[in-house]
């Protein structure tokens, strides 16, 4: 079966975890575009939910599929995130971001009360850090910022080359905020929850791409079937 076929199944299966009226998180990327075509099939059969874009790619997806949108502005709480993942470890920690929607994923998944993270099973690693870590950054002041990220690194026991993420033109990517992305290629990284502590205080980072605690259930589609792991 190929790739996009298992990342259906998932979105598929998370499908079956959303009720009537519920608010929800629409994810960003090729898995949770899936989702947003699934959900759009049940509004066109009747189901009632709304739901709050991590992009405006999601949000134009939406849009075509019919599903009703909100924003939190309006609501300031959903009942429930269903978003992909570039890499998901055994504690449910992600690396999120492969897309450039790092930032409004984790504003949406934190103001959600859970988070199913949907995948193909080749997400699922033992230690996080094979799929750079993106980091969105301010332009202002880069040097300074990434001088800060590269002690960031080193206090947490990690090591590796910072790229400046480029767009199809050439020239930096700029996120859906305004931001840029520094992708860190950094091996593994040993203690998700400690970098991701280091990359928070620093003034330059807008947001990085490790999600800690808030995937509650990863549903994983593979050749032998879907596996439903819950965070312990
Ligand atoms: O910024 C993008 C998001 O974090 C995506 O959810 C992530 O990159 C996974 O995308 P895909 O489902 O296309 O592998």
Do not use: Y
């Not at 504690?91 to 984790?106: D, P, Q, S, V, Y």
């Not at 980091?135 to 590796?160: C, H, N």
Request: net charge negative.
């Amino acid at each position: 079966m190929d790739m996009d076929a298992l990342k259906r199944q998932a979105a598929a299966r998370a499908l079956e975890e959303v009720r009537d009226g519920m608010k929800l998180g629409l994810g960003t990327g090729s898995t949770a575009k899936h989702f947003v075509e699934l959900l759009g099939d049940k509004v066109r059969a009747g189901m009632k939910v709304i739901g709050v874009p991590t992009s405006e790619a999601t949000r134009a997806d939406a849009i075509r599929c019919g599903v009703p949108l909100t924003t939190l502005d309006e609501i300031d709480h959903l009942d429930l995130t269903i978003d992909g993942a570039d890499e998901i470890d055994p504690a449910l920690n992600l690396i999120k971001g492969g897309g450039g929607a790092l930032l409004r994923e984790k504003i949406v998944a934190a103001a959600s009360d859970r988070m199913i993270v949907i995948a193909d099973d080749s997400k699922w690693v033992d230690v996080l850090g094979r799929f750079p870590l993106p980091v969105e950054v301010i332009p202002f002041g880069l040097a300074a910022t990434q001088a800060a990220m590269a002690r960031a690194f080193t206090d947490a026991g990690v090591s590796g080359q910072m790229v400046i993420r480029k767009g199809k033109d050439g020239h930096a990517f700029v996120t859906d905020g305004g931001h840029w992305i520094i992708d860190a290629h950094l091996g593994r990284i040993g203690d998700p929850p400690r970098l991701a502590g280091l990359l928070s205080v620093i003034p330059g980072v807008v947001e990085h791409g490790l999600f800690i605690g808030l995937g509650s259930v990863a549903v994983l589609a593979g050749a032998q079937g879907i596996r439903v792991v819950e965070r312990r």
